[in-house]
């Protein structure tokens, strides 16, 4: 090798060192954010006895042997169904944050942390709809984590996953933040960060922190054909969740803004129609009559623009900022009407489902049944659901908990159409339906079921009043 070759040989060495240092550099220091952040980590074991039900597809075989052959079948003994995730210290004095499907149900959860300690927690509240439950250990001196600003986080940033997949403690995976605000199906109120980030049963509930080590999201989904990681993870942004804690630990519920419109995305073709510079917004569909939207003089075809001085580029960023407005404020909406820009001022009520499952909501009326107890929650059908099952509206069952709901056949899916003779075309004219109707009685639910007609038996229950 010539004395010219070897210069070249020493420099492609060296500029490939400083390459490689570059990109060491831009790493985040992930070893020092798991020794830091895992303390703040627990497992969470969550116990459910399975309930006995009066019939079951057994029945005809136990009903042959007592009929038959003089046998009487012993009763099944219910099983234990238990359930595993992870979670997080948010606060020293023993509070902890983890997701609702998590401990759904449950009779007992315990929480484990990192010195190996097992504790029971007690479920201080849960909110289905953002998936979050806080819970509550006794014990002091915990150490908890720091609480990020999931707003601040870019696409392409790293972020790191601490969790219990398939009951490994303490595991730690790392990748990118794939987009922000994801909407979901059935996932109105929260805007999901999406990672790359491998996440498997048992991360359920647990911390996605930033490089810094700061949480910033809730590991909640992911999306898979095979029930394993598929590079698609969702995280529920710790804003988000600490809106819902602070409303479980002051009032024990959570209250959510309630608009009164159906909305669907701007394209193209429409942004062309109604003169916009862009596809944007959201496009009211229809509106509810006497709702806020209708008091605030809101128009079919409008194009909700901002909301309270926020853009609106997308449709599903609107349930989602309603959903987190406070109930009774009033709100400014940017609206986009006949080719100009109009401002109306909107008073926000609060989510119908959420009066009917409140049993306060029902106080001082003697003889109304008790909607906390159906066990379900609803929502209103899309335009797009309506025109596929040709209908003009329903109450579209999106859970079904224990309660008279699920005992009269109810499913997730289903939608309902009528209650006794009254006609059903949104979640709260299911409620007001309810209500007008005296507790103790069996009510007849006319409901759609994968595109066939069926009636349900649906057995309303009293107020407990000592509750």
Known sequence: MSLRQHGWGRALVLCMGLVAA??????????????????????????????????????????????????????????????????????GDGYVLTNNHVIEDADKVMVRLSDRREIEAKVIGTDPRTDIALLKIPAGNLPAVKIGKPEDLRV?????????????????????????????????????IQTDVAINPG??????????????GINSQIYSRSGGFMGLSFAIPVDVAMDVVAQL?????????????????????????????RPAGALIASIEPKSPADRAGLK??????????????????????????KVGETYTLSVFRERKPLALKVKIDPLPEEQAETPAANAGKAGSPDLSRLGLTLRDLQPAEKTSLKIQGGALVIRVGDGSGADAGLM??????????????????????LRALSADQT??????????????????????TAR
Do not use: C, M
């Open 22 to 91: 570059a990109a060491q550099a831009a790493l985040p220091e992930f070893a020092s954010i798991v020794e830091a952040a895992s303390p703040s980590v627990v497992n969470i074991s969550a116990t459910a006895k399975a309930k006995t039900t009066a019939s079951g597809p057994n029945d005809d075989i136990q009903e042959l042997l007592r009929r038959f052959y003089g046998l009487d079948a012993q009763p099944q003994q219910p099983r234990t169904r238990q359930a595993f995730g992870s979670g997080f210290i948010i606060s």
């Open 156 to 192: 392409g940033d790293w972020v790191l996953a601490i969790g219990s997949p398939f009951g490994f403690d303490h595991s730690a995976t790392a990748g990118i933040v794939s987009a922000k605000s994801r909407p979901l199906p059935n996932e109105a109120y929260v805007p999901f």
């Open 300 to 325: 079919q075809g409008d194009v909700v623009t901002q909301f309270d001085g926020k853009a609106i580029n997308l449709a599903a960023e609107l349930p989602q900022a309603i959903g987190r407005a």
């Open 412 to 433: 997730v899916g289903d939608v309902i159409t009528r209650v006794a003779s009254t006609p059903v075309t949104t979640a709260r004219e299911f409620a007001a339906a």
């Open 443 to 464: 009510v007849p639910l006319s409901i759609l079921r994968r595109g066939s007609s069926q009636i349900l038996a649906l057995k309303l229950e009293p107020q407990d």
């Open 249 to 277: 630990r002051d009032k024990g519920k959570v209250s959510r803004g309630f608009l009164g419109v159906s909305i669907q995305e701007v394209t193209k073709e429409l942004a062309d129609a109604y003169g916009l510079e």
């Open 203 to 216: 991360n359920s509930g647990g911390p996605l922190f930033n490089a810094e080590g700061e949480v910033v």
